[in-house]
């Protein structure tokens, strides 16, 4: 069995912090931390929705993730100094996005709009599902929001939604890769669930070589056990709101 | 039980034509039909690597997919035009790429590049996964192409590579599905599998609600038999090579 | 006198090819072939105009014109990915759509727009002339289209169109140049007629050094014999409509 | 007979105005004037050549052609602004330098690029043949500069160029055309000539309806005589180098 | 003390011209040259302001600043073709614009929009600052056009506006630096004043190491009776409108 | 008087912070808080320098700067999907550059680059102030982890750097204005000061009405003393290290 470099179990989450109303002016904001990787996430209220959801009585909520330059272990250049958003990023932008609706009453939301900016201060591995994580409780902030101001046609949130990634490294599945386990696995995979225990989205690669059902049976069971951990975290860290 | 639109059974695909050399510049060219779907595939040889990857010895695969404007029912914009390729479009690509590249020995391909180009003509439903298994075949010709010139440094496809949407429609889990079956859809999967029956690829995504673990469970089944039935026409097609 | 390098008479044009209805959703479509030379056209029809011609009453049509990667000899970039429109693409794609608009009555086209979508499938010299021909056809459907839905104001063809290259290769006036004959060719033209034998547009290039007005008239001579051809291929390919 | 705006005769030019070295620092510069249309041209040499035609031997003579957003009647974005060259912008510039380059013996230039940047500062019809006529005036000053300096490996310019617009207005044949004739004309058509009386390119355009040859000859022989008093004025220009 | 490349004294400006009516279409135009810097402004005149000011009865002035390729010494990109406008351009089109608002009663302008375009023919340093000089003059002119056609709700200008270089080259503070003393100084600074003496914008920056108050207070004497001398000279080109 | 909303004396700053080594990977990095505006600032060091500067024995230093999109009151759109950096970000970015320069030896430095990274994650007033005075600490660190791998050829550092903003605010001057004393200021200025009390950048605004000579006075007074209090706190910060 490989010991991992931080000695976590297999089966072990990283050090997980979220911490509420980090900024001042969003109508919901959340710092959260898996380890070395730290994510500010804002939520973003708006009255009234894209054109093309207008006077559907319907709302929206969407997401767009970045990176600083140097919150890797080298500096990337800026994708607005580029002049274009990179692929990794537009893919992970649309992930967060599709899994926060996936707990949405559109109808109860009324036509509002929530975007969940999830800017990555620190990398250190699994950022897009600790953006996911984080970001659930940034919306249910907004949502709170909302509601305060009698903005709401009804309770729009369905659920709640975490996510963690999962990997095989040196032949053993693992929960909660950091950057250096994910560069070295060989089967990647992140797991985005409801706090009902159900799948939202599920992303399972060969980094190396093809992975048989067996394989992909442990990192659903590691990854859902994960989920679970991290949704009463974010119980914790919403109690008493 | 859902009657599915064109009277196909529920773990039954559409008709599948893999059509070999319908260019006559390219080093590998497949036009592939789901049905209604056709993707017009160009697998292109150069010699030399991207800079990166420069007296390292090994060759590189990628790919890049794009739709006609008029592929789909109403008219789309050129992204040519727009002047940014848009977030789908750089999903699609990543993922062709990266299932391709699951099954290249890069040291047997030597410094050597091969470029899929999937351009959609016609589009109705499992464009990604139609691209996919096309692009395999492509990738043999074009594979062969160098064999015949001596330009390998061994054998670098470690095996063949097919693909294949699945969903649940009204409660029903059903295989390749088309247009009007994925805009209905409550949970869409793509599955990527070797020849060998092994996953190099697996995206699940609820589009309504969250799902449990049977119904992944199904859809893992029926995607695993929808790539062995597609690994045996690719066998077919490039069969007496 | 040179002989041609697929036996061509001087006057001659390469096989021409025209398959209506390649496409299932666009509401006019062609595959044009001259020779190796493929172009794949969708005419696309959209109710209303563009802002600046809105309560007009008149019609509007307009092209586009693309290669695929891999239509050339050697793959080119997508003007997608490099994030601008060349000028050579930009030029054709206005060229075909000034030659179609020439035949057009926008008064009995009504608010109606139709674009022609010119995709070149595979080049192998005059893509801009053999759009043009098999645009007029997928124009045609497409107003036929519109026709059989009561949607015109009266008829809006007023002509035909068709185009043709012609050239002078090691001194010789030729019609219908393919890729190696373009690329030796000392004079390039390329001649717009209407079906009634009448200029739509002449562009005749020096590519070496300049030429006299006998070589002019010897090359609108050549172009207006192919034009006539051409204008009997549309006719025969539109015929029973 | 239709009487022209500022009183011409049909076969006449406006006042043409060469004025050299209207830059300081430029190796070869010139302010035209045809008329109201009024182009600043600047000639830059540089040591060397494109990347393509590095180690050639050969010499590159290139263009860019733009409008000040003044020059016209109503002010225009600026391409900078917008973040693209438009079509029509790439197709002169395209043209400008074709149209030069006909004229140049690149072995004779050594490897040394020209580059000839048209500037409209004022457009009132005929920017592009005014460019070209003004382009070849300060591209042999740009060559003097050259040979003064020992650069040049033998007499790079095989002749001269001169272009003027001709078209049909009010179905009569014209010489010269100001926006507003340019606006109304049935035939537009830019005629680019060497200073010996042969065509280097010829692009007649039908607006409204197709012209028959008669109408083609007739505009050839008025864009003839035009180059010829053209070429006689560029002749005066230059003369007493 | 330093003697200057064109002898001048250290508080003299250069020859300073002021040409009005440059252009035929603008509502305001002049070329404005300070040596042999050349800029050609033009001022348009459109009735409505941008969207975000639309209804609230107010004008509004904006600027735009841009080089010619072969302005300088040595060519440069055009920023058209490069797809983007630069820092140094956008920063000095903000500072234009913002100088000239400092003199305008929004109010009084009415829903009118006035752009006011600098395009540098020639540069040999102070640019930015003949510009501002130069486009008060041009606003004048412009103003004057719309009060002629009474779309004016009052007197939109509350002062004029000039502006000068000042800078520290050799030791020894100077007025008015051309393109090699500006390079060599070791402080630059622009001084933007109200006709009235007053300071509508002050920039000033250590080229090589800090400065003090001393040659700050030098500085701001300098530019103060430059720009007094600039008025006079605005006055005078004024003069009789 | 008017009284500070905050209740601070006019010539008193607000609280300011300055946490080092905020980030794990970064080779220097800094939080740096000036009442509620909070900016990140990373300086990254890379062994080599821009092309331009190749063979020199001379270092670099750049900044870029950028607001995270809710930073601000209301959400603005990111500049990486708007395909292009705001004029306004530009010019701060090049501000930031040019300070931080000004107390840099280049041949000390020896041929490395520094870039510092200033992103804002809360914006109050005084962003561009805050990140200078930040950015100078993450660079003594920079600098100090260059000189600890004895990778630079002498002290680089010849000054340090400081800066903040002032106004005039209901006609009072004030210092280190928050967003909504910078919203109704009638000028706006910044000052940049070496530690040694001299001026590297002083950059004052009219935003109404023009300024008389004894506000620029009283601002410069005020600029300077808040400087001194800040290097101070800069000092402070980096002793012991």
């Keep these: 069995m490989t010991i991992r470099a931080d000695g976590r179990a297999n089966d072990q989450l990283r050090d997980v912090k979220i911490t509420r109303g980090w900024l001042d002016h969003a109508e919901g904001s959340v710092l959260v931390e898996f380890g070395h990787t730290r994510v500010l996430i804002a939520a973003s209220v708006t009255e009234g929705v894209p054109r093309w959801r207008k006077g559907s009585g319907l709302g929206w909520v969407t997401s767009e993730y970045a990176m600083l330059p140097r919150s890797t ?64 409780v940034a919306l249910a902030d907004a949502v ?58 599920v992303q399972g690669t060969a980094e190396g070589k093809p992975f048989d059902r067996t394989t992909l049976d442990d990192l659903l069971e590691l990854g859902s056990a994960g989920c679970v951990a991290l949704t009463r975290l974010q119980e914790k860290a919403l109690a008493g709101r």
């Design 144 to 201: 709170d929001w909302l509601r305060h101001r009698n903005l709401l046609a009804g309770e729009p949130l369905t659920g709640s939604v975490a996510a963690v990634s999962v990997g095989v490294v040196g032949g053993d599945p693992m929960l909660d890769l950091c950057y250096t386990e994910d560069a070295a696995a060989e089967v990647d995979m992140n797991v985005v669930m409801s706090g009902a225990g159900e799948f939202i989205e």
């Design 73 to 136: 272990h080298t500096r990337s250049d800026r994708e607005s100094i580029k002049g274009r958003v990179g692929g990794r990023t537009h893919e992970i932008s649309r992930l967060i996005g599709r899994s926060l609706r996936a707990v949405i009453d559109y109808q109860a939301l009324g036509e509002n709009t929530i975007v969940l900016d999830c800017d990555v201060l620190q990398a250190d591995g699994g950022t897009r599902t600790a953006s996911i994580t984080g970001a659930y």
